[in-house]
């Protein structure tokens, strides 16, 4: 079975990231087509060997003419589109209309909230949104990332939620997950995402100043990059506690900082809809933070395997975080950080990629 993946660009991301895994893992033929941007992760696809195809460097007519000639050519059985927005919507339903042998698949990574529309300007939003709903309407199936997911979809546009199967992400388990007794009176706080406003980095800085300023020891290591990157260092120097917060940009390898961790903290401010870095750090069983958006309490049961705090709320993370510093090496520590790696082991990257490859296989 041969199977086309549409993404707008190659960069680091978790959609790429999840791509990328599929190359790896899926018995399946996978190939992957980039249509607006490489990138990182498009680069090590094509080091490691994976199929991709690069066609950003062409105009949208001559991309759109290159496309089909691809999918006639290679006669792919599925065609499956991840990122968002009304361009690739509009190569994506071009595909549909033209190829009707081909199983179409929407990928649904994102919850739906209008305020986090993809589109910059109203009328963008608006588009986007119409085109979102053709997307939808004319696949043949739709895949979401949590139980949250589907219902925001299935509430807002009506869609039969039979047509849309949950497959929870996944992430390669590590063989036996590490934990370090970390006897310092310093603890180490973990970050690891985009730097962007939804992702509740300011909510975590603020909370931070909170603990330095109540006498707690603790430092903040944040992983990843984004278009507020600049904005939350000044914040972070504003703040006061610049020296404490340890700005380390994209990181692809992140074993190290794991390894150094005692809590690793996820703090989104919207509806997420997975957190596959929660799944991460509960594999490496360290103590996970994530607020109580979206499909988090789908992999984090609060003071069982984690711990959970009011979205956007910084005095209630400050509070949870403290509740963290002080179970630090102790037996309620290790419990529950083993329940973690115990819950995270439901989300091994084989189990998904099975799951996914087994939907694209039903007959159309």
Same mark, same amino acid.
């Given at each position: 079975?041969?199977?086309?993946?549409?993404?707008?660009?190659?960069?680091?991301?978790?959609?790429?990231? /999840? !791509?990328?895994?599929?190359?790896?893992?899926? &018995?399946?033929?996978?190939?992957? &087509?980039?249509?607006?941007?490489?990138?990182?992760?498009?680069?090590?696809?094509?080091?490691?060997?994976?199929?991709?195809?690069?066609?950003?460097?062409?105009?949208?007519?001559?991309?759109?003419?290159?496309?089909?000639? %691809?999918?006639?050519?290679?006669?792919?059985?599925?065609?499956?589109?991840?990122?968002?927005?009304?361009? $690739?919507?509009?190569?994506?339903?071009?595909?549909?209309?033209?190829?009707?042998?081909?199983?179409?698949?929407?990928?649904?990574?994102?919850?739906?909230?209008?305020?986090?529309?993809?589109?910059?300007?109203?009328?963008?939003?608006?588009?986007?949104?119409?085109?979102?709903?053709?997307? /939808?309407?004319?696949?043949?199936?739709?895949?979401?990332?949590?139980?949250? #997911?589907?219902?925001?979809?299935?509430?807002?546009?009506? !869609?039969?939620?039979?047509?849309?199967?949950?497959?929870? *992400?996944?992430?390669?388990?590590?063989?036996?997950?590490?934990?370090?007794?970390?006897?310092?009176?310093?603890?180490? $706080? %973990?970050?690891?995402?985009?730097?962007?406003?939804?992702?509740?980095?300011?909510?975590?800085?603020?909370?931070?100043?909170?603990?330095?300023?109540?006498?707690?020891?603790?430092?903040?290591?944040?992983?990843?990059?984004?278009?507020?990157?600049?904005?939350?260092?000044?914040?972070?120097?504003?703040?006061?506690?610049?020296?404490?917060?340890?700005?380390?940009?994209?990181?692809?390898?992140?074993?190290?900082?794991?390894?150094?961790?005692?809590?690793? #903290?996820?703090?989104?401010?919207?509806?997420?809809?997975?957190? $596959?870095? #929660?799944?991460?750090?509960?594999?490496?069983?360290?103590? &996970?933070?994530?607020?109580?958006?979206?499909?988090?309490?789908?992999?984090?049961?609060?003071?069982?395997?984690?711990?959970?705090?009011?979205?956007? *709320?910084?005095?209630?993370?400050?509070?949870?975080?403290?509740?963290?510093?002080?179970? !630090?090496?102790?037996?309620?520590?290790?419990?529950?950080?083993?329940?973690?790696?115990?819950?995270?082991?439901?989300?091994?990257?084989?189990?998904?990629?099975?799951?996914?490859?087994? %939907? !694209?296989? *039903?007959?159309?």
């Amino acid at each position: 079975m041969k199977i086309l993946h549409l993404l707008s660009g190659g960069g680091i991301g978790g959609i790429e990231i /999840l !791509c990328r895994d599929i190359a790896r893992f899926g &018995c399946e033929e996978h190939e992957f &087509c980039f249509l607006y941007t490489g990138g990182e992760i498009a680069d090590k696809m094509e080091r490691e060997q994976f199929q991709i195809h690069r066609m950003y460097e062409k105009a949208a007519l001559k991309r759109a003419l290159s496309l089909i000639k %691809l999918v006639k050519r290679k006669k792919y059985d599925v065609v499956i589109v991840h990122h968002e927005g009304a361009g $690739i919507y509009t190569f994506y339903l071009m595909l549909i209309f033209l190829f009707h042998k081909v199983r179409f698949i929407k990928y649904l990574h994102c919850s739906f909230e209008w305020d986090y529309m993809h589109g910059k300007t109203e009328k963008k939003r608006k588009i986007n949104y119409k085109m979102l709903g053709c997307t /939808l309407k004319y696949s043949d199936q739709a895949v979401a990332v949590s139980e949250f #997911v589907k219902e925001s979809y299935s509430r807002e546009f009506g !869609c039969d939620p039979t047509r849309i199967e949950v497959i929870y *992400n996944g992430i390669q388990i590590p063989e036996n997950g590490r934990y370090f007794l970390n006897t310092g009176k310093l603890k180490k $706080i %973990l970050y690891v995402g985009r730097l962007v406003e939804v992702k509740g980095v300011r909510v975590l800085l603020y909370a931070l100043k909170n603990l330095l300023r109540d006498g707690e020891e603790a430092e903040l290591d944040i992983l990843g990059d984004g278009a507020q990157k600049e904005e939350f260092i000044q914040l972070a120097n504003e703040l006061g506690i610049g020296k404490y917060v340890h700005f380390r940009g994209k990181i692809l390898e992140k074993q190290r900082y794991f390894d150094e961790a005692d809590i690793f #903290v996820y703090p989104p401010i919207w509806e997420e809809a997975f957190g $596959i870095s #929660v799944v991460e750090a509960m594999a490496q069983r360290k103590l &996970c933070i994530a607020s109580r958006s979206g499909g988090i309490p789908e992999i984090i049961s609060d003071q069982k395997d984690g711990l959970l705090f009011e979205k956007g *709320n910084i005095e209630d993370l400050t509070r949870v975080l403290k509740k963290a510093i002080h179970l !630090c090496g102790t037996s309620e520590y290790e419990r529950m950080t083993e329940t973690g790696r115990k819950k995270a082991e439901q989300f091994d990257i084989n189990s998904m990629v099975r799951q996914l490859e087994n %939907l !694209c296989r *039903n007959e159309k």
